[in-house]
């Protein structure tokens, strides 16, 4: 079946230091990509998504890559603020075999200090 | 707000005890999600709706689980008999049909079996 491997944390930054969380996933079909982020106390909220090899998604300063020839997915930023501070979840989602539910990586926790 | 709302958002109960969790998803999504989250974990699939049609189930999904969503709008996921495994977040999270790949998840709700 799918599945969704990241880096485990947590992941101890200071401020403006640049954040890599990498993620790799295994999927029988073609699936879209995605990184979601908890903050403190809130819900799940989608940072950003790519539904095809070589799509770059971009949203508050991250951006991912699709990279169909190794499978990978990987979160980054260049500068990172104490705001972003969360948890962050890799996830991917097949719309023809699996009527679009996510399967999700376990979460890399991340700490910025200022 | 419009967003994916959850009730309760904390539930104490005592195993062996019954408990019902109800989502109200955005108005017009017509894909409701259930997704169970344990502890420093990431969210795991447990069934979803196409509007009132329960369209799949996991295998984390016992007998003692059910979910409804009559109508087509809100949904009630039952427990019965709770036990201590059970105690988890459990998420909701709505989309539209077609083309858009995001799914507006909910604040959970924190399940607790003594």
């Known amino acids: 079946g799918d599945s969704v491997t990241q880096m485990e944390g947590p992941v101890t930054l200071s401020e403006e230091a640049f954040l890599t969380i990498n993620c790799t996933y295994t999927?029988?079909?073609?699936?879209?990509l995605f990184w979601y982020v908890q903050y403190p106390g809130e819900g799940l909220q989608l940072l950003l998504k790519a539904t095809k090899a070589d799509d770059k998604g971009s949203n508050k300063g991250f951006e991912a890559t699709y990279r169909k020839e190794t499978t990978s997915f990987h979160l980054e930023k260049g500068s990172v603020q104490v705001s972003d501070s969360a948890v962050y979840f890799c996830a991917l989602s097949d719309m023809i075999a699996a009527g679009n539910k996510l399967t999700f990586g376990g979460g890399t926790r991340v700490l910025v200090k200022p | 707000d419009t967003g994916v709302s959850q009730d309760p958002r904390h539930k104490i109960t005592k195993r062996g005890q019954n408990v019902t969790f109800r989502c109200d998803p955005i108005?017009?999504?017509?894909?409701l999600y259930w997704y169970r989250q344990t502890l420093g974990q990431g969210p795991e699939f447990l069934t979803y709706f196409q509007n009132e049609a329960q369209l799949e189930k996991s295998r984390l999904l016992s007998d003692r689980f059910s979910a409804e969503r009559p109508k087509g709008s809100f949904s009630t996921l039952e427990i019965q008999r709770t036990e201590q495994g059970d105690s988890a977040m459990y998420l909701c999270?709505?989309?539209?049909?077609?083309?858009?790949?995001?799914?507006?998840f909910g604040p959970g709700t924190r399940l607790t079996v003594t």
């Open positions: 108005s017009e999504h017509n894909r």
């Open positions: 999927a029988t079909g073609y699936p879209s």
């Open positions: 999270a709505s989309t539209p049909t077609g083309a858009s790949y995001e799914q507006y």
